[in-house]
Nanobody, 123 residues
Framework: QVQLVESGGGLVQAGGSLRLSCAAS????????MGWFRQAPGKEREFVAA????????YYGDSVKGRFTISRDNAKNTVYLQMDSLIPEDTAVYYC????????????????WGQGTQVTVSS
């Protein structure tokens, strides 16, 4: 069983930045690939970014590529999402999740999920 706790969400003006963190329990964090997803009210869950177990291979959704950066610190059991040049369309609840597979982009490929953190970008 893996427990995930997100933090770092909040309200930010367009053009600003936020860094989300996701802290995982246990001693097997490096076993998992990690992903970030987001979901706005009335919309389907959207893939944002994923990072492989070693922290080198990464993949981004088209809507955030060039603006967001995913990274991980296996010694701290933590994955990060650095969000720059934020726009109102980024407003959503952001979730981190674990996967035993490599760089999945579908939510059903992930096993454990955090509770989410709200990100609101004002225009």
């Amino acid at each position: 069983q893996v427990q995930l706790v997100e933090s770092g969400g909040g309200l930010v003006q367009a053009g600003g930045s936020l860094r989300l963190s996701c802290a995982a329990s246990g001693r097997t964090f490096s076993t998992y690939s990690m992903g970030w997803f987001r979901q706005a009210p009335g919309k389907e869950r959207e893939f944002v970014a994923a990072v492989a177990r070693g922290g080198i291979a990464k993949y981004y959704g088209d809507s955030v590529k060039g603006r967001f950066t995913i990274s991980r610190d296996n010694a701290k059991n933590t994955v990060y999402l650095q969000m720059d040049s934020l726009i109102p369309e980024d407003t959503a609840v952001y979730y981190c999740a674990t996967s035993t597979r490599a760089l999945g982009i579908a939510s059903d490929e992930y096993n454990y999920w955090g509770q989410g953190t709200q990100v609101t970008v004002s225009s």
